[in-house]
Structures are given as structure tokens and as C-alpha cells.
């Protein structure tokens, strides 16, 4: 014959938390809104904090953020992003001026409407993109990958 015993019955109320939980894990920074995020890369500050030290010049950005100490290769790949971001720009760019400049002269090859202004795009964007498309590279990773706690000191909203 088998005993089936009833099952126990549980009694015990939660009453909360029995330690302190105030310390007990960082909070998780917020990120800016997406336009502001995008104002700011375009601005050349941190996508963060908005610091400007982050550039030195358009060809220059840190890795760290002075501001906040973000890392802007927080992700694998997170500078060939930005450099793809930065060739898809400039290549666009190029593309335009190119047509562009045949659609002005009516089909005309022209060295001074046509080649010098393609090259003058082909230098130039790459270089005044650089530290824009680095910096709007991590604003795009920052909405699909959020802060965790502790990678950054502040940030200002
Ligand atoms: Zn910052």
C-alpha cells in the first residue's frame, strides 16, 4: 500500500529584502535620446557626455572619453564600423559629385567641373567625416547595446 502524504503548504510571507540592497549593484546609466546622441557625433563631442575634448581636430578622436571614460571601441569591430560608416559617406559623396558634374556639363568630361571637384570630395569628406562617422558609429551601438553599470563615470541627459 502506498502512502500518499499531502503535500506541505507554504506558509512563509515575503517581507522584502533582509539586507541592505541600497550599494549592492551599481545603477545602470541612461542613454541619451537617439537625436541628441547624433547632434553630438556630428558636433564632434562624446555621444555620452557631450564632451568636446574628445577631438582634437576632424582627423583625431580619442579612444577614451575624457568626460565620461567611454570606451569607443566598447564592442569587437566597433572601429571598422565607424571607418565603413566613414567610406559609405565619402563614397556617396563621391558618387554625386561625379554625376553631378556630368548632369552641369551636359555630358561634357571636364577636368575643371568634373575631376577637380571628385577629388577635392575624395580627399576632403574622409578626413571631415572621420572623427564624426567614429563617434556616430558608437551612438548607433549605444541603441542596440545600452551602458553597463560602471562603464561610464556620468552622463549628462
Ligand atoms: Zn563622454
Not at 557631450?50 to 579612444?63: C, D, E, L, P, Y
Not at 566597433?78 to 561625379?98: D, E, H, K
Not at 545600452?146 to 563615470?153: A, C, D, I, K, M
Amino acid at each position: 500500500m502506498t502512502n500518499f502524504a499531502e503535500p506541505p503548504t507554504v506558509t512563509a510571507v515575503c517581507t522584502g529584502p533582509t539586507h541592505n540592497t541600497s550599494n549592492y549593484m551599481p545603477a545602470t546609466p541612461e542613454v541619451p535620446a537617439t537625436h541628441k546622441m547624433v547632434v553630438r557625433s556630428l558636433r564632434r563631442r562624446c555621444p555620452v557626455c557631450a564632451a568636446s575634448s574628445i577631438s582634437r581636430h576632424m582627423a583625431a578622436v580619442k579612444q577614451i572619453c575624457p568626460g565620461c571614460e567611454l570606451d569607443l571601441e566598447r564592442q569587437v569591430g566597433s572601429f571598422i564600423g565607424g571607418i565603413g560608416l566613414n567610406t559609405m559617406v565619402s563614397f556617396v559623396a563621391l558618387f554625386s559629385t561625379i554625376i553631378g558634374g556630368f548632369v552641369i556639363t551636359k555630358g561634357e568630361a571636364s577636368i575643371t567641373r568634373i575631376l577637380i571637384p571628385a577629388l577635392i570630395v575624395a580627399f576632403g569628406v574622409p578626413l571631415f567625416f572621420y572623427a564624426r562617422s567614429r563617434l556616430l558609429w558608437v551612438a548607433i551601438e549605444l541603441r542596440f547595446w545600452p551602458l553597463e553599470p560602471n562603464e561610464v563615470t556620468h552622463a549628462v541627459q
